[in-house]
């Protein structure tokens, strides 16, 4: 498996348009380095940033 994806191939993984997953990358909320005008976003970072709940049910 590869260590580093660009945002397009995390934003297939993750189900997400490339420029949510730039946003993200901007933010904070997905842990990315940049070499030049490109983004790098690590495996660990991937897995990281996906969350699981547990639907909530009301009574």
């Known amino acids: ?18 420029k949510t ?11 990315a380095g940049k070499i030049g005008k490109n983004w790098i976003i690590t495996k660990a970072a991937i897995n990281e940033s996906i969350v699981y709940t547990e639907p909530t049910v009301e009574n």
Do not use: T
């Open 1 to 18: 498996m590869k260590e580093y994806y660009s945002i397009r191939e995390v934003a297939k993984i993750l189900d997400m348009k490339p």
């Open 21 to 31: 997953v730039q946003k993200y990358c901007r933010e904070g909320n997905i842990k």
